[in-house]
């Protein structure tokens, strides 16, 4: 089985290619995530909001 984590080791997030809005870091991994910078709170990337929902719904 691999053990690599699901998110690498922190870097900073890419300006997007697109010419769009800059995009906010992932507060775990530091990956680009679907939110603008301008967003309050927390933001998580897709694949830690996954894992932390699945942490939330399992403790008790």
Known sequence: ???APYCDTP???PAPADGGPPYAECVL???PTE???STKGS???PVCAWQ????TA???
């Open 35 to 37: 939110y603008p910078e």
């Open 58 to 60: 399992c403790s008790g």
């Open 11 to 13: 870097e900073r997030a």
């Open 29 to 31: 991994c530091r990956k």
């Open 43 to 45: 933001t998580l990337c």
């Open 52 to 55: 932390e929902a699945g942490r």
């Open 1 to 3: 089985m691999d053990d």
